[in-house]
Structures are given as structure tokens and as C-alpha cells.
């Protein structure tokens, strides 16, 4: 651990605040980058922090294939700020055809990280995902065999179910019976939002791990309806209640390794986003790592931070911690409160420059990341 102000062996802040904070480069475990003006606008955002990410596939047409994932790969690099030396980590998109010998393969051949599911209707770009689980057993059954790790996006998609009880509801129709039947499968359940997906993954094995958005742990549902309809904090899985945040902070700050870092920056264009059918998804890359930051002070837990940044999502997937730091220092900033890019966006017809609301617009965040380090 590198902050200073630590209690040795306890992990509590004690002392004056640090005015510096060092940590081992981190990685982001849930990033959507896009493509195209998008993936141009947003790349730098994340390879300015984190030395790998794991990608997520649903594009329109979704990754689902060895050759699509190296092209997707080939374009986020070419993306990349020069002398960046950021590494995307690539997904397969799960369809109910998904052929078990080509995800194997791109595993293999070091393509593919992960499998990525998404209950076909769950969120953005997810058409083509799964409707019943007994038509993927083949895929699972071999990513159980070959240790390949499956993502899931925990939402069911039952227009009965009520919204803000769909992870609760997967949790118990889909992933219980899952961990049953694979017992040996890597699973992250993405972007936990409730407590009881906090007590279902404490009380799992090992083999299931969750990741926890910045912003699950900032808001909760009234920021989408404070005194107006706030279309920049809709995203999915949606924002519970207070007492499922709480939940959230303190998984993300007990020094619990099967919780790590991963942001789910999902950037749509403004137009998008501020739109009568707006899109699912926050843009927090810019900000994600000073965020967290906030949140483990503010629990009095900073010195926890480096190993849910940087340490505890290499260990579960078995891949090396970085080897670089990055710094951040106490030096107060107020988020812009819109970031215009090159490149335009909109339907034909209705082009407007691009232009992205970033998580955390106009508030003041204490931490900074210097760029100089
Ligand atoms: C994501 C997107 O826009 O691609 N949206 C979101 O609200 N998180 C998809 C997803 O991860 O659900
Ligand atoms: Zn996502």
C-alpha cells in the first residue's frame, strides 16, 4: 500500500489527509470504448489511468467472433493517444449461436479475455443476446473446462418484473442455478447495484467476483429525478435506493477482493442521451479514478484503494499486476459541465457536433490525477 496516513495491519485513515496519493496503475474491468468518433473521443479518457481494460462487444453488429474482436482491437489502438501504452482486453459477445470451438480459439490465441453475457433486451446494443440459458450449456460447459471467465450483465428482462428488481430477481432465477450447475465457472457479476447482490457474492465461492461502478457508489435513484428528469444518471442497471448504495460502498471498501474496479463508462452523444427515448449509460471515464477516490476517503479507507483499483481484478483473472503507478493529488477540480469532441453525431439529417455530459458535471471532486507522474 503506497498512500500515506495509513494505519499498518488495519487499513483505516488516520493522521493528517494525505496531499498525495501514489498507486500501482490500475485497470478498468468494464469499459465500454465504441467506435469510431466516439472510440476517438473517449479512448484517451481511459488510457490516461488504466493499463488495461476489459471491452465490452456490444456494437452494432456485436463482437462475436475471433476476426471481429482482433479488427475491434486494431481500431482501439490506432485510436490511442501516441506512446500510450494501454491494453484493451477483448470479449466475445454471447448469441444463443455462439460456437463453443470459436470462443475457445480466441481465448487461446489470446483474442478474447472473457465472454460477455447479456439476457437478450437487458440494455444498450443487446438484441442479439441470450433468451434462454439451455441454449448456451455447450458454451458454458467449455468455458468452465478452460477456465475462461463469463461476464454477466444480472438483469432479467421480464416486462412483469418491476425495474429496480431485475438484478434481484437474475440473482435468484438465473445465477443461483448457474453457480449450481458450473461450479467451477468464473463469474463477475457486472455492475452490482443491490445489497442483496453484495450478500450473494460475499457468500459465493471464489469463483464469482462483481465489479462496482463510480457511480453506483455516488448516487442513488433520486439524482434521476432531482427537481427535473435527469437523463445523465439513467443507466442499467438503473440506480437503487439509498440503502443499496450504502450496501455498495461498503463492499467496494472492505478490502473484500471479489469486489473490484470497473467503471462501465458507457458514453452516448448528448442528443442520445437528452432525447424523449433516452439512452442507457454514463460517461464516467473521465473522472472515474478521482470518484473512487472520493468514496474510499470519505469511508476513511483511501489506503483501500489501491488493491480494489489495481490488485484484486488481475488476481481473479489470473493475469499480472501493472507494474507503473499513476498519482493522484489533492488539488479540488470542477467538472466541465459538457466535453465537445471532433466528429458529429445524430441521425442523418439531424447532425450536431459531438458532444458528451461526463459523470459528475459541475461538481467539485477533491482528487486530481497528474498527469506529469
Ligand atoms: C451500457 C451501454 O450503453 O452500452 N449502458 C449502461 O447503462 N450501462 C450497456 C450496459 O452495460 O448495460
Ligand atoms: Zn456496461
Known amino acids: 500500500m503506497s498512500s500515506a496516513g495509513l494505519i499498518p495491519g488495519e487499513g483505516r485513515d488516520g493522521g493528517a489527509p494525505p496531499a498525495r496519493l501514489r498507486l500501482r496503475r490500475p485497470d478498468d474491468w468494464h469499459v465500454h470504448l465504441r467506435e469510431g468518433a466516439l472510440l476517438q473521443a473517449v479512448v484517451g479518457a481511459t488510457a490516461r489511468v488504466f493499463a488495461r481494460a476489459i471491452v465490452m462487444p456490444n456494437l452494432s453488429p456485436p463482437i462475436t467472433t475471433v476476426a471481429a474482436a482482433a479488427a475491434y482491437r486494431e481500431q482501439i489502438l490506432a485510436a490511442l493517444p501516441r506512446g500510450s501504452g494501454f491494453k484493451p482486453l477483448m470479449t466475445a459477445y454471447l448469441t444463443e449461436a455462439s460456437d463453443p470451438d470459436e470462443l475457445a480459439r480466441g481465448f487461446s490465441e489470446g483474442v478474447f479475455t472473457a465472454c460477455k453475457l447479456y439476457p437478450a433486451h437487458a440494455t444498450t446494443n443487446s ?15 467449455r468455458l468452465e ?17 418491476d425495474i429496480f ?10 445465477l443461483e442455478p448457474l453457480l449450481g450447475r458450473f461450479p467451477a465457472l468464473k463469474v463477475v457479476l457486472e455492475h452490482i447495484t443491490t445489497t442483496e447482490a453484495v450478500d450473494f457474492v460475499v457468500g459465493a465461492g471464489p469463483q464469482l467476483a462483481a465489479t462496482i461502478t463510480p457511480h453506483h457508489l455516488q448516487i442513488n435513484r433520486n439524482a434521476m429525478f432531482h427537481r427535473g428528469l435527469r437523463p445523465d444518471f439513467y443507466c442499467l442497471p438503473v440506480a437503487k435506493r439509498e440503502l443499496h448504495r450504502l450496501a455498495l460502498r461498503q463492499a467496494a471498501t472492505s478490502g473484500n477482493p471479489k469486489f473490484f474496479l470497473g467503471t462501465d463508462s458507457a458514453p452516448h452523444p448528448r442528443g442520445a442521451k437528452e432525447s424523449a427515448c433516452g439512452c442507457a449509460g454514463i460517461y464516467n471515464a473521465p473522472v472515474a479514478i478521482e470518484s473512487y477516490a472520493q468514496v474510499f476517503e470519505q469511508e476513511g479507507v483511501l489506503g483501500r484503494l489501491e488493491a480494489f483499483a489495481s490488485e484484486f481484478g488481475p488476481r481473479f483473472y489470473g493475469l499480472p499486476l501493472n507494474e507503473g ?5 489533492r488539488n479540488a477540480q470542477v467538472v466541465p459541465m459538457l466535453l465537445e469532441f471532433e466528429g458529429e453525431s445524430g441521425s442523418p439529417g439531424q447532425r450536431e457536433p459531438l458532444a458528451l455530459v461526463p459523470f459528475h458535471a459541475g461538481d467539485t471532486l477533491p482528487w486530481k490525477l497528474n498527469t506529469n507522474k
Open 127 to 141: 438484441a442479439a443476446g441470450v433468451s434462454d440459458l439451455a441454449q448456451i450449456t455447450a458454451v458454458l460447459e
Open 165 to 174: 428488481d431485475r438484478e434481484l430477481v437474475f440473482i435468484e432465477r438465473h
Open 145 to 161: 473446462a478452460i477456465g475462461m471467465p463469463l461476464l454477466i450483465h444480472g438483469e432479467v428482462t421480464d416486462p412483469e418484473v
Open 325 to 329: 503507478t499513476i498519482e493522484l493529488q
